[in-house]
């Protein structure tokens, strides 16, 4: 089976607009969490699609889903944890739980604040990871990257034709992950910033499906106008 996995666990926000997480402004006439929702949906390659979300805003997500989706047995909202991680594992549980453990089950994990997936991305992702078992979306880098330790100074720059940009989906066998998760260390763990990082620490090669430059994340207050903009909806000042 495929299983999307939707990551809004955060309650942060760097837009200094709202008390509400990110993922639950609107865009457009809908909340950012319900674009994204939706393009998952369309897609029928998946057979499930769960939602991780902080404890303090599960209810606030079961209504938007009753509001704008209405009745469904295909999607499913858990708690998420304490990191981006914790919450793909608690994802995995709860599916596992439900549907029983399969080693050629599919998970998909998504950031929720990226609206503009497309469904080509998500169907490469979901071939990929059949056949490779490990996939991160990217695209190659437009400008020059710079490498600095201080903040200051410059310290290298890398061949540009060399460097990506990473996105999401990131898709993977969930029973690889959960073996490659098992073998790292506490210090190993540590290092980890998303779940491709799982794979690269163990060394297990992660294929690379092209991303989009509209596949923008939105982050912050500019972030927020661009993807307005993309939907023609109301303009930030």
């Not at 990226?114 to 695209?139: H, L, S, W």
């Amino acid at each position: 089976m495929v299983f999307g996995a939707i990551l809004a666990g955060g309650v942060g926000s760097r837009m200094n607009i709202s008390d509400m997480p990110k993922q639950f402004l609107n865009l457009g006439d809908k909340p950012i969490i319900v674009h994204t929702l939706e393009k998952f949906r369309l897609c029928s390659r998946l057979d499930h699609i769960y939602i991780g979300v902080h404890p303090d805003w599960l209810t606030h997500m079961n209504d938007l889903i009753k509001k704008y989706i209405g009745e469904c047995d295909d999607v499913h909202v858990v708690a998420g944890g304490s990191d981006r991680n914790s919450t793909i594992f608690n994802i995995i549980d709860d599916i596992e739980k439900n549907f029983g453990e399969n080693d050629e089950n599919i998970i998909v994990t998504h950031d929720s604040v990226r609206p503009f997936v497309t469904q080509r991305m998500i169907i490469e992702n979901i071939d990929a990871a059949e056949k490779y078992g490990a996939v991160d979306t990217a695209t190659g880098a437009i400008d020059t990257i710079v490498e600095s330790e201080d903040g200051e100074f410059i310290k290298a720059i890398p061949p540009r034709d060399k460097m990506y940009q990473g996105q999401t989906p990131q898709s993977f066998k969930i029973s690889l992950l959960k073996k490659l998760y098992g073998e790292l260390t506490s210090e190993e763990k540590a290092t980890l910033t998303d779940a491709c990082k799982i794979c690269i620490v163990k060394n297990q090669p992660v294929y690379i499906v092209e991303g989009e430059i509209s596949n923008i994340k939105i982050t912050t207050v500019s972030d927020y106008k661009i993807a307005q903009a993309m939907v023609g909806g109301v303009k930030i000042d």
